[in-house]
């Protein structure tokens, strides 16, 4: 089994007094993709927060092997934690490309150079940047937008990823495609973490999958095995082939 | 009512009478200015903490009270009640002009116009000859009221006391009343009090020319106890003072204006008497020190001193909210509300179109919603549902088309008032006031049923009304199912709750239209269930609702009919089998070519 | 008004107009990096002045004092939090900006310089005292408040305001002072009755802003704190400090605001708590340019030096109500032109 990259114990984040989150115990491998599904409400979007440093939590995160009880977000980033948040966060009136140069902020030392040619590297994975390089980010639709939130973070070297969401509000087409460029990112020793309200694709594509509901993780295990759970199936998956079911990934 | 109900008064009075009879003269001096102070500061805290609007020129406001009463009553002899009513009426008629013209603006405009307007009338004020110019005015005669001479610091003292209680205690009736909670929606955004037929505008207005009345009875106060002005009290800098000792108390609350103006006060008249023999006569540190200090109390305590204090003076348990109102005046409330007939056509949208420079969000909508359906529009993102639903509320304004509600054209009306003709909403991303109760949140809904203003409000004359008012939420509540949760802030609900209550405040508008933004977003089965069964309730008593949503799942179970759109476009319409069935919506959600 | 009254009006306005565009500049910047409306900023600009004509009185410069105490405080408190948080990364930079670098200028200013010393030498050492300011007033004032709403930033920044005058008071004296003006014959200059000083200033502020562009257009830093003023979230989730970006930006404030001394000390008298009262200008021009925009600032703060000499030359005593006045129909007309342009978070 690859090295554990990232795991968190008995981890409860808050929302000023209010815990959203109760003893969360997680772990996430190189090379693996971690998918969490659940309710919206559930506390999925909470806990990437909590992973990236954002909220006031108890129990403990560790990102290769140093604890990072006092990192800082910040920090963290330069230390190889990525994350494509839900609301994307990009920098709407700067360049796509000035958002790519950004992105590379955490090892600007090595020049110039080094970061145009990541930049390149990058843009072979979305061609649609390439060709809007030089836009605003405001002015691309909501497609390119995560594209490019996915391309910034990728911009960083990222030895661990997390995306929140990444097909919502996306045509399917687009999905398959980033859900591509994931996949690809598997390969190259990454770690993921998918949280996904669109369960069906992330079953597909996930090695382990955690169900959260209330804050609380209800069920985990390989994703194969958690997909065919009958509540699972029945909350999440819906009846077989029924469009209502596809529609609610909309 | 319980004893302890009038335990803080008791508290005051006694305090009050202390000081008077017992303080010295330096004291009682001390006393009266932290009063003064504390006076112009709760119309800051009305401002800046309740309403979101900050200025920088009440102390301009204090002086034209100052001076309007000094003048009349040394050069004139005007009495000095006469003289009261002049300085209120001078500093409320400049604040509804000022505020007329800076208003409309947003928040850095209008601190740098009550800037612009405290620097104009401090240098004013000493140019003006009549007025002393920058040596003063002196020879004000000792207030006289009633017959009752105040010329002594005690008298004057107890007179400056009992209109510190006085105004503490109009404020809070005001912040209680059906005003209050709609100037303080105002903080979750304009569109909030808009959306309930409030005028944010207006309410700002009243707002300004009530702080601009306090801070003109706090001058009108200072000119008979000194009787001698000049205008070195009303600079610039003395408003920043204001606005510090209202940030230092906690501009969250009322308490917070005596909190603040206290602990200035005192804090800098230590520092001014200590300082000196601590360190030598080498250098006035007063200034440095003070400044030092007051960052050491934001940067622990950055939401100001007074929650700490009031931590031992309330007791924030969850009381039970005890209702008691008259039957017809709950049902005087509801009247003139009929929902109208089951079938016809209550809401027309024909041809809407909705550009944004050359984005198209809208394209050539249309459709209708008839009385007692539920009408889901359902669309993936960026198909236009929620620019739809805005055009439909009047938070914007169509290109083209027409929008109708009961036969009349509704399209380019503000949304205020397409409140008033009978439509409610709730909004997308959670609007409430997250430090209000969550009755208060609700009854916020009630706005429009009710009508007493705002001089009402402040003097307590409404009861009756506020009792009816809150019966009406706490039934909204009630069928909503969170009565429990009455009496707890807003913001301490969970998102699924805050969604439900945003509902619940929309029914206390008793509308005939129910507009319900992502209802279901953040709501989990077993909730998503209840709201289905709230909905259906509703529409068997004749409330329509148009509902934009994502959930097919939610929308299927619960609507008569769904509308369809897809990049701005209607692509379907018609029953949830119909619609489940249509190629272009499964084209729409599902993409080519997948199974 | 003949020609020749109206083209000094002119370049006095000019002049000062444009010293108060270079602080609108620094008040814009650091507001949309840091949502702080830096009241302080005019205390650069009279620590400056104050400081060069400290040194050619043949004083020491008192403004080491605070400095080197600061540089103290922010280094003890750096390294209280990172032994707290057993975090040593990065720790090298930080002593550079926060002990190393204001001790230099410390000594610098103290020991390298006299009354004897070039007038360029004497104010390179009160600029860089000035800037490295910047970065310790961010460390000790507001990273403590890191979360706190914009309000009470701005009341952080009003007592941090009151802090810098008293120490200015205590280290400076209650005198004013005026910067020698430059001497340099121009014949070209003297025909067209420019002053020399009037075209030296304008050539600085602009030369100061084709800098600041470059800065923020092109350079990783520059972008990285145009980021963060744009999203804040976004540059942290890039690995941008939000701390260290606010300390950059104070940073290039102070040195803004302390060039802006060496150019206006010339031509005002500067008092202790002058600086307040430019500040206050920068702001209006700040404020004209809805606090976001930089060009618009920038004229409005010029309109500002512009009206404040000829409404001084018209009606001294109501100067200040006549360029506080107008600046009421100036907000409406911009709140017309652009109507959320002013709406605060």
Known sequence: ?250 | MKLSCFAPALVAAAAVAAVALLASSYYLTLASFILLYALVVLGLVLMTGFTGLISFGQAAFVGIGAYAAGYLAAVHGVPAWLTLLASLSLAVLCAAFIGALTLSMGGHYLSLATLAWGVVVYYGLGLIAPLGGFNGLSGIPPLQLFGVSFASERSMFVLIALCFMLAFRLMRNLLDSRMGRAVRAIRAGAVLPEAFGASAFRLKIAVFCTAAGLAALAGWLYVYMQRFINPTPFGLHMSIEYLFMAVIGGVGSLGGALAGAAVVVVLKQVLQDVLPTLLGRTGNFEMVVFGALMLGVLARANTGLWPFVARFVHRKTAKPVVIDAPADAVAALAHGRPLGVVGATLLQVDGVMKKFGGLVAVDRMSFHVSTGEIVALLGPNGAGKSTMFNLITGVLPASRGEISFKGQRIDGRSARQIAERGVARTFQHVKLVGDMTVLDNAALGCHLLGRNGWFRAMAGFNGREERAIRAMAMEQLRRCGLDELASMPAASLPLGKQRILEIARALCARPQLLLLDEPAAGLRHKEKQELAGLMKLLRAEGVTVLIVDHDMEFIMNIADRLVVMQFGQKIAEGSAETVRRDPRVQQAYLGVGVA | ?345
């Not at chain 1, 959203?20 to 190189?30: E, V």
């Not at chain 1, 639709?141 to 594209?147: I, N, T, W």
């Not at chain 3, 050619?56 to 003890?76: E, K």
Request: glycine letters at 10%.
């Open chain 3, 1 to 345: 008004m003949d020609m020749q009254i109206f083209g000094l009006l002119m370049q006095d306005g000019i002049a000062s107009g444009a010293v108060y565009a270079l602080l609108a500049l620094a008040l814009v910047m650091v507001f949309t990096v840091t949502r702080i409306v830096f009241v302080p900023q005019g205390e650069f600009v009279s620590y400056s002045v104050l400081t060069i004509a400290a040194v050619q009185q043949g004083h020491a410069p008192g403004l080491v004092w605070p400095v080197a105490g600061g540089a103290l405080l922010a280094t003890g408190m750096e390294l209280a939090e990172r032994i707290r948080q057993r975090n040593p990364a990065g720790l090298a930079s930080r002593l550079l900006v926060l002990f190393i670098a204001p001790l230099a200028a410390c000594a610098f200013a103290r020991f390298g310089i006299d009354a004897n010393s070039a007038y360029a030498l004497q104010a390179l050492a009160a600029v860089l005292l000035v800037t490295a300011m910047g970065p310790l007033i961010h460390r000790i004032t507001f990273r403590p408040l890191d979360s706190a709403s914009p309000l009470v930033l701005l009341v952080a920044a009003i007592a941090l305001h009151f802090v810098l005058v008293g120490l200015g008071l205590y280290f400076f004296g209650p005198e004013g002072s005026r910067l020698p003006q430059q001497e340099w014959s121009v014949p070209l200059l003297a025909s067209l009755s420019i002053a020399p000083q009037t075209l030296m200033v304008v050539l600085a502020s602009l030369a100061l802003v084709a800098v600041f562009f470059a800065f923020f257009g092109h350079t990783l830093s520059g972008k990285a704190l145009r980021a963060t003023a744009v999203c804040r979230d976004g540059a942290q989730l890039v690995g941008i400090s939000p701390d260290r970006s606010g300390e950059l930006a104070l940073g290039i404030a102070a040195f803004i605001g302390a060039v802006s001394g060496v150019l206006i000390g010339p031509v005002t008298t500067i008092y202790y708590d002058s600086g307040f009262l430019l500040a206050l200008k920068g702001f209006v021009g700040a404020i004209v340019g809805g606090l976001a925009g930089y060009v618009l600032a920038a004229a409005g703060s010029l309109a500002v030096g512009l009206l404040e000499a000829f409404a001084s030359y018209g009606a001294s005593a109501a100067k200040e109500i006549i360029v506080f006045a107008l600046i009421v129909p100036l907000l409406v007309w911009r709140s017309m032109v652009d109507p959320h342009a002013g709406e605060v978070e």
């Open chain 1, 1 to 250: 089994m690859s090295a554990v990259l990232l795991q968190a114990s008995r981890l409860c984040a808050f929302h000023g007094r209010i815990a959203a989150l109760h003893d969360i115990d997680l772990r996430l491998h190189a090379g693996q993709i971690v998918t969490v599904v659940g309710p919206n409400g559930a506390g999925k979007s909470t806990l990437l927060a909590a992973l990236m440093g954002r909220l006031p939590i108890t129990g403990s995160v560790v990102m290769n092997q140093v604890d990072q009880r006092h990192v800082a977000p910040e920090r963290r980033v330069a230390m190889g934690l990525g994350l494509v948040p839900e609301g994307r966060d990009l920098f709407a009136a700067m360049s796509v490309e000035d958002n790519l140069v950004l992105g590379a902020f955490t090892w600007r030392s090595e020049g110039r150079r080094a970061i145009a040619a990541q930049v390149k590297q990058v843009c072979e994975l979305f061609p649609r940047l390439h060709e809007r390089l030089h836009q605003q980010a405001h002015t691309l639709s909501g497609g390119e937008r995560q594209m490019l939130a996915l391309a910034r973070a990728l911009m960083g070297r990222p030895r661990v990823l997390m995306l929140d969401e990444p097909s919502l509000g996306l045509a399917p087409l687009v999905v398959r495609d980033i859900f591509a460029v994931i996949g690809q990112l598997r390969q190259q020793g990454v770690a993921i973490l998918l949280v996904e309200q669109n369960a069906r694709a992330a079953f597909a594509l996930a090695d382990y999958a955690y169900v959260l509901e209330m804050g609380r993780v209800s069920l985990h295990g390989p994703a194969h095995a958690v997909s065919r759970d009958a509540r699972v199936e029945e909350s999440y998956l819906g009846a077989p082939r029924d469009p209502a079911a596809c529609a609610r990934a909309a």
